[in-house]
């Protein structure tokens, strides 16, 4: 008869016993002393009563069989599969709070006839609801809101890049409708405006900081951004590999618009690993390698590369009504939006900073902004450049995602393209020239440089600067996103608005 018996102090004991006897008289010990002294087991015991008269070999210990009551790596599977469950769910749940934020606003305020950006209203929203919740309720309480949409901030984070590659895509299209003088013009009013901005900066920083006096406080050092999980690269590469056969085989549009997505997202990550990292900034390995799929695609198909890249950003606005207009760019700069919303978090986080510094930081930010546009615009305008290429290189010095909501405002929204290069090859020279020229005119302090650095050259002027002086992140970040944010308060206001028009001329 078979016997089950859970392990218990008092059966261990006996089993104990039983195993010294059987070593010394070969007597293998009664089932049911046979007992696991695993705690949390069951011994199920393979012969019944008649197996006490057994003999067994001397050099054979006896052994019971044991049946774990569960399997600990499977209750570890299945838990881990429903906390990333989780996980995701509240991924989706953000990003998409995010995004239906955006949209409510932008259709909301344009029915209003508001045309100040939807999403600077939306970030500065969001900002006062954080403040005046840690005011009112504790900070603790604004932590939590925060985390509420923090999977959502770290995705937009990781995939920051992918949404505004796009206008930097398209940039071939936009430079064969202008003349070859004036893209010299161009390449002349970026880099004399970069070394010119990146010297007033740091000459302004430098004079605030020396009438402040604010000692420097130390900071944390920035977390590290996880790799990129292998599901990802196996997932786009399956989307690329069956829209691509799709589009052969259909020829259809929407199968196009698919594989120019994935093509897109698969090049980011090519460009986003850290072997190709290091040679080369993503966002022009992006640029390169989904212009490189789209010429093949187009001579393949018959399109022509020009051809694919009209398909690639169609400038169809985001609507319910019309998404079957829109291209894979254009799909993608649909989140641009939901990028500025998030700003109002990373400002939030640097509350604290901001509030020690206000002075040096809106003191060199605000002058670094005036002074990078409106020489952009006098410089364009003496060198005789048209209205519209004039309007697209005044946020030359400005991230991508709110240097094209400034030249929207300027009146000329079909520019945003040369906008995207002029500000990616402003960050490229940036990256180049920054640590020189901050040595030349006597920036010493991380504050001013990283002041200095990304009002003047965004985040590729930043990356090349904390690479060699971590000191100065905190103060790159904060400067990046508030650069953008304030050229595009700036052009907001009525006057300085008209002022910048009126030097480069109405559209």
Known sequence: MLARTLASPARVNTHARSIRRARTTGVRPHASARVSTAS???????????????????????????????????????????????????????????????????????????????????????????????????????????????????????????FYVPSLVVTPLVLTKIAPSAIAKVLVIVVVGFVSTIAFSATSANAIRGMTGTTLLPVAPAKAA?????????????????????????????????????????????????????????????????????AALGLVTGDGWMGMLGLYRTGVPFGLNNIAGLGAGDILMTFLGSVILSFAFKVFEARKIIARHAVEIFGCLVSTSMFAMFTTAVAGKYLGLSSALTAALVP?????????????????????????????????????????????????????????????????????????????????????????????VLVAVPFIQAALIGIIGAA
Do not use: Q
């Not at 399997?71 to 995004?99: D, I």
């Open 396 to 488: 030359r010095s400005v991230t991508v995602a709110l240097a094209i909501p400034v030249t929207t405002l300027l009146g000329h929204p079909e520019m945003v393209s040369v906008t995207a290069a002029g500000v990616v090859l402003t960050g490229l020279i940036g990256s180049s020239l920054c640590i020189p020229i901050l040595n030349k005119v006597g920036a010493k302090d991380p504050i001013t440089r990283g002041l200095a650095t990304a009002a003047s050259a965004h985040g590729l002027g930043t990356a090349a600067l904390v690479g060699s002086e971590p000191n100065a992140l905190p103060y790159c970040a904060l400067a990046y996103a508030l650069s953008g944010i304030i050229s595009s």
């Open 40 to 162: 949390f087991g069951t011994v199920v015991p393979a012969l019944g009563r008649d197996e006490r008269k057994t003999v067994v070999p001397p050099r054979r210990r006896a052994t019971a069989r044991v049946v774990p009551l569960a399997r600990p790596h499977a209750r570890a599977s299945v838990a881990t599969r429903a906390t990333e469950a989780r996980e995701h769910a509240h991924l989706v749940a953000s990003v998409g709070a995010l995004f239906a934020l955006d949209k409510g606003l932008e259709n909301g305020l344009k029915a209003a006839g508001v045309s100040f950006p939807s999403a600077l209203i939306g970030m500065f929203g969001a900002l006062v609801i954080l403040m005046v919740t840690e005011k009112l309720v504790g900070e603790d309480a604004a932590n939590k809101l925060k985390s509420t949409v923090s999977p959502a901030l770290n995705w937009i984070t990781s995939w920051l890049p992918v």
């Open 226 to 294: 996880p790799p990129t999980e292998d599901y990802v690269y196996k997932m786009w590469g399956g989307i690329l590999a069956v829209s691509t056969v799709a589009a052969l085989a259909t020829g259809a549009n929407s199968a196009k618009v698919v594989t120019m997505l994935a093509a897109t997202v698969c090049s980011f990550l090519v460009g986003n690993s850290p072997d190709v990292k290091a040679k080369m900034n993503p966002i022009v390995t992006t640029s390169v390698l989904a212009n490189v799929y789209a």
